[in-house]
């Protein structure tokens, strides 16, 4: 198994190298924005709630976050080689859940990668992106509150996993394809896994 979390601040990159990762690893991708968004559009209960947090670019409330990770992992991302969590955990309370729910499926979190990009970067990527991407939170007021939420309530998370020396900090600026190699190169010395496929 090889667990891993793919944390940044939005716009750094983490559903595009998660791609990638998936798929060279052979792990199950869980992006806990696009589980929600699915929720929206299928006009659930859990949707119509989530779209209220998600269209200011406020946090949903962690109990709700936390039990649908734990469906989710026993459901779909049952007896699979290991899960990317991209987007979760991003408050203490979720990091903590989340260590407690591997634990408790005999199974740990082997490493953080941290897409590192300033926030410049990450307001022009949005910015290109709104124009296109139809999303309720890409919107330049939008952008700026979830800017201010990652810094208040998520970055504090890059210490937690620090002391835990499981964080591997990457450029999460510049070529794709580079970034994706600083990635491979870092989870081959905080872990020793190869990707099945280069
Ligand atoms: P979520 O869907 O996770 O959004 P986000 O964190 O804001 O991040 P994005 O998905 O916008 O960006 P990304 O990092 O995946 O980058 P991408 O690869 O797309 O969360 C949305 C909302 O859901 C939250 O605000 C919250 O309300 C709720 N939510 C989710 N998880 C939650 C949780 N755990 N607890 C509570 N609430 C939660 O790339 C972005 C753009 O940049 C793309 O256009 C891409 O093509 C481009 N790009 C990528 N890499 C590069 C590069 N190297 N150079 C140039 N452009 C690049
Ligand atoms: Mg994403």
Not at 73 to 86: N, P, Q, S, T, Y
């Amino acid at each position: 198994m090889m667990n891993l979390v793919l944390f940044g601040g939005p716009g750094s990159g983490k559903g595009t190298q998660s791609a990638r990762l998936i798929d060279n690893y052979g792990l199950y991708h869980i992006s806990t924005g696009e589980l929600l968004r699915d929720h929206i559009k299928r006009e659930t209960e859990i949707g119509k709630l989530a779209n209220k947090y998600i269209s200011k670019g406020h946090l949903i409330p962690d109990d709700l976050m936390i039990s649908i990770i734990e469906d989710t992992l026993d459901g779909e991302a049952k007896g699979k080689r290991g899960v990317i969590f991209d987007g979760f955990p991003r408050t203490i309370p979720q990091a903590e859940a989340l260590a407690d729910l591997l634990r408790r499926r005999g199974t740990d979190l082997h490493a953080v990668v941290g897409l590192e990009v300033p926030d410049e970067e990450l307001t022009a990527r949005l910015l290109n992106r709104a124009k296109e991407s139809g999303r309720s939170d890409d919107n330049p007021e939008t952008i700026k509150e979830r800017l201010d939420v990652y810094h208040n309530q998520t970055q504090p998370l890059r210490e937690h996993y620090i002391r835990q020396k499981k964080y591997i900090p990457i450029n999460g600026k510049g070529d794709v394809n580079d970034i994706y190699a600083s990635i491979q190169e870092g989870l081959r010395h905080q872990t020793g896994r190869e990707p099945l496929k280069k």
